[in-house]
């Protein structure tokens, strides 16, 4: 399958500025994360706030520079890339922000909003075009000359998604896309969401620190902890079989949705520490409950989990697969 995103050991640090005593000040925001994204896939990107999810999203959209490592964008290596020689870059893939309310400049109408990706790439949209764009995601026309504070939360997502979808991109990576709407709305755009993935061949790394949003659309589920990726695999082995201690202590707070089954709650104890000054070894063993000294020395890799090849974790002491796994 056709690989439309792949980091490779990507890290954003903030604050470095190449004085050695501000270098141990640096935020590891993103320490070493290895994600491929392939056409068609929607891969669910969560872990707690903090975790570094946001920070990678505009890593892999090319809104922020790698500190390290490499960014490949439908199979080219743009880790570098600056200025004009983007503008493929943002053809190909697209950002919907959290928060339209800040996302959207309040001073545009719609059709400027709905413009501004076309000119970036040097194109004059017709009118037409941005009437598509705002069918495509249930407004319509008269939307047009409007302005975002005239919208509800809801269809102002729905204009960040017009806006991301105007210069028709393969690959959408939605930050928090619902996180800041009312619940009665969130499921109307994560459907919405869906429909297009199935209308326009879409595919999507969706970031969540909901499990059940994630769970709705996700194909695949990649977990972050400080920085670094935990657990990855497909969906439903994730959710019926967490390997990776936080990833279980994380779904055991998720209700079970069969009537009947519950899981024992797992209660995270600690704070996150800081991406300042992470632990040495493994980032998640100052709140792990199966820690042991080896997790202190060096810092586990993804590896197969047991019986399956696509779901890795990165722990030295795995959860043995649920005896219900579905392969
Ligand atoms: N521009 C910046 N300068 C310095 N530190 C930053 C910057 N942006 C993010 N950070 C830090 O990097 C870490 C990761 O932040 P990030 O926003 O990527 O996390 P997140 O997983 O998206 O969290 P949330 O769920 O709250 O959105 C945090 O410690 C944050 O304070
Ligand atoms: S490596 Fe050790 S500390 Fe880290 S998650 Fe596994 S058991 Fe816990
Ligand atoms: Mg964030």
Known sequence: MTELLNLKDVKKYFGLRGVPWQKAQAVRAVDGVNLVVRKGETVGLVGESGS???TLARVATRL????AGRVEIGGKDVTRIK???LRPIRRQIQMVFQDPQASLNPRQSVGAILSTPFRAQGIRPTRGQLVELL???GLSEQHLERYPHEFSGGQRQRIGIARALSVKP???VCDEPVSALDVSVQAQVLNLLADLRDELGLSYVLVAHDLAVVRQVADR???MYLGTIV??????QVYQSPAHPYTKALLSAVPVPEPGVVRDRIVLTGDVPTPIDPPSGCPFRTRCYKAEDVCATKRPVLEPVEGST???AACYFPEPPSLERTQ
């Open 83 to 85: 200025g004009r020689r």
């Open 135 to 137: 069918e495509q995601v």
């Open 52 to 54: 570094g999810k946001s």
């Open 310 to 312: 696509e779901h890795r």
């Open 231 to 236: 657990e990855e695999g497909p969906a439903a």
């Open 64 to 67: 922020l520079d790698p500190t």
């Open 221 to 223: 589920i990649a977990v």
């Open 170 to 172: 393969d690959l959408l």
